[in-house]
């Protein structure tokens, strides 16, 4: 789960990151209204979006003047960027910047712990430094039972920064910031950029945090400022009705029994040179309510140019299946080709009973793939 950048900073103020003032708003009055607050002649107007390269996209710009900053925050609220639209946006103080760092924890799977990530080129082109150089990127795995000690926040410091003073301000921020990743279930804490001001302080210029979903039920206030988008809405619709259904953008809708099985009918469907548009597993039944209701999902997402169903019948019987599914087709009313691939326990009755149907079938999982793949097209 993603927050925006403000909760973030909020969180950092909770935890004694320090951050530039800044005030959050909906509309360009509200940021006039900030901007005589905030006294402050300068001040950087950024857009509050879930996704990064905010800056690249133009969502955000300096302003100075209460007209400037009308015109600045207008032009930005309501802007498009990677498909988010912009509700809000953050009035701070702008700061004069020495220097852009980046620092993050995370959740690193190869060392099996939360590593730190440092590098002396923060800013907005840290994944060309991370691909190009990766010599400038230090990683720092953290001991879970230890955690970030004085010594080892102050050689990661150090690997930063040569001023001192710097140096100390650093130490207990990447402290607070392991303090604030492991309290709250976070499984991202990253400053992009920490700044060096021209005035010699430590300040958090950008804030991103991500959560552990499977943490949420014991971060009820995280959980609180949770802000499905589309994609979202329809998995946590899907996860209510007791589906396991992931949304991942091809045109082949696939509804599979088995959750092994349906990831080997995604893999199929991109040898033969598809693209699922979601994983869904059904789980094994062949209760036609099910079917309906896994239909209506996948006939939901507007991509979808085929439906591809793969069932294997252990226990739950493939004549069943079909029975199943002619039921539940006479209550769903679609023009979209459905290519049905049915094997296991009573393969041969249950695909005779679908002889006549409008359903393409097939008794092979590589037929039935090369039949929806060419049907997307
Ligand atoms: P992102 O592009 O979504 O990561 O947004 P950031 O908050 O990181 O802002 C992008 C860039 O804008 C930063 O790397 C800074 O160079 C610049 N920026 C942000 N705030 C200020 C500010 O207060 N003063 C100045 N001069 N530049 C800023
Ligand atoms: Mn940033």
């Known amino acids: 789960m993603k927050i925006h950048e403000y909760q973030a900073k909020e969180f950092f103020t909770q935890y004694g990151i320090p951050t530039a003032d800044g005030i959050v708003c909906r509309n360009a009055m509200a940021c006039a209204d900030a901007y005589k607050e905030l006294h402050s002649p300068k001040v950087v107007i950024k857009a509050q979006v879930l996704t990064g390269g905010r800056g690249k996209a133009g969502g955000v710009k300096l302003a100075s003047g209460e007209d400037q900053v009308v015109e600045v925050a207008s032009s930005i609220l309501g802007m498009d960027i990677k498909g988010y639209k912009v509700d809000r946006v953050m009035v701070a103080k702008a700061v004069n910047i020495e220097s852009e760092y980046y620092i993050s924890l995370v959740v690193d799977r190869n060392t099996k712990s939360v590593v730190l990530i440092m590098s002396k080129e923060g800013g907005m082109d840290i994944e060309e430094v991370a691909a190009k150089t990766p010599e400038k990127i230090f990683r720092i795995p953290i001991d879970p ?106 045109k082949i809708g696939c509804m599979v029994n088995g959750a092994g099985l349906a990831m080997s009918t995604m893999d199929t469907i991109k040898l033969y040179g598809g693209r699922p548009a979601n994983f869904l597993d059904i789980g094994g039944s062949s209760n036609p309510n099910k079917v309906i209701e896994a239909m209506k999902l996948l006939l939901a997402d507007t991509n979808v140019k085929v439906v591809l169903i793969n069932i294997f019948g252990g226990i739950t019987r493939c004549d069943d299946v079909a029975r199943g599914l002619l039921e539940a087709f006479k209550e769903i009313e679609t023009n979209i080709p459905v290519v049905i691939r049915l094997t296991g326990t009573n393969h041969k009755e249950g695909l005779d009973l679908l002889k006549d149907s409008a359903f393409h079938s097939a008794s092979t999982m590589g037929q039935a793939v090369q039949k929806a793949v060419e049907l997307s097209k």
């Open 145 to 250: 039972f230890t955690g970030i000690p004085n010594f080892l926040a102050a050689r990661a410091a150090r690997l930063l920064f040569d001023n001192e003073s710097i140096v100390k301000q650093a130490i207990p921020v990447i402290q607070k910031m392991y303090k604030l990743f492991t309290e709250k279930d976070a499984s991202l804490v990253e400053i992009n950029p920490m700044v060096v001001t021209k005035e010699g302080t430590l300040l958090a210029i950008d804030g991103k945090m991500n959560f552990d979903d499977n943490a949420l039920y014991r971060q009820p206030l995280v959980e609180s400022l949770f802000e499905p988008n589309a994609e979202e809405k329809t998995e946590q619709m899907a996860k209510s009705k007791g589906f396991s259904f992931v949304h991942l953008g091809g």
